[in-house]
């Protein structure tokens, strides 16, 4: 249950139009629901603003349908990250306006409205194959209420493709940045913005790329003062804290 829909309950019990037994009965998981396999924090939009995400990779079937929907009970939207076709076949059976999009492997459920923040969150990827961990950047921070472009193939070998788009970089609050091989374009980007840009190295590469590892270490060690990191492969972590800043410049009105 979010801020939002917990306020709008206390409103409802106020006005006589709830009976508090009632409210009682839609509060009784907070602050989280024991499913046995798992522990649903329903409490955490309350405290950070944004719903507990499902990552899919590792649970079965029936324990990713489970949290799914005990969460979408909730009222929230709901995210779930590297899911996969059998995770979405399950969540279906449970709650059939679930959404998988395929290339980011995210299962979504959009049903309550979400702060957004004042400007775009601009996603940035080095290649076509770093395209996946954009994605999974983009449907999280859609999700999360957040105006989204999206520039890709604009890779350093082809340096003429990213300066072409320079406007449209400036034009954001904050960026993100994915890439693999060596990781400089976070680097390069960072030289042609005055926002935040967060770095996420991908896992594409040769053998000596290390699945990610040359990337994460430069940019590691960018020269460009505005770059933060998240892990490798991490969209989602990147997008959550450009989601954060999002809503800080509007809550500053910035």
Not at 55 to 75: H, M, P, W
Not at 227 to 234: C, Q
């Amino acid at each position: 249950m979010n801020r939002e829909l917990l306020q709008r309950l206390m409103e409802a019990v106020k006005a006589g139009e709830i009976e508090p037994e009632a409210a009682c009965d839609r509060l009784k998981h907070l602050p989280f629901e024991d499913l046995g396999y798992a522990k649903v924090d329903h409490h955490r939009s309350v405290r950070t603003g944004m719903p507990e995400v499902i990552y899919a990779e590792g649970k079965t079937t029936d324990q990713v349908a489970g949290i799914f929907a005990s969460l979408a009970a909730s009222g929230v939207n709901v995210l779930a990250t590297r899911s996969n076709q059998e995770h979405f076949a399950a969540v279906l059976r449970v709650e059939p306006r679930a959404v998988f999009h395929e290339r980011s492997r995210c299962i979504t459920l959009s049903q309550a409205a979400t702060p957004s923040g004042i400007g775009t969150v601009g996603i940035v990827c080095a290649g076509t194959s770093d395209l996946p961990v954009a994605e999974e950047a983009r449907v999280t921070a859609e999700l999360m209420g957040n105006r989204v472009e999206l520039l890709a193939d604009v890779g350093v070998a082809g340096l003429h493709r990213l300066l072409a788009q320079r406007l449209r970089l400036q034009e954001a609050s904050v960026l993100i940045v994915c890439a693999g091989m060596e990781g400089a374009l976070p680097s390069v980007v960072g030289g042609l913005v005055a926002v935040p840009v967060i770095a996420v190295p991908t896992s594409v590469g040769y053998g000596a790329s290390f699945g990610g590892l040359a990337a994460l270490l430069g940019m590691l060690n960018s020269c460009s003062p505005n770059v933060s990191v998240v892990n490798i492969d991490n969209g989602f972590g990147a997008a959550y804290i450009a989601t954060l800043i999002n809503r800080i410049n509007r809550s500053k009105g910035m």
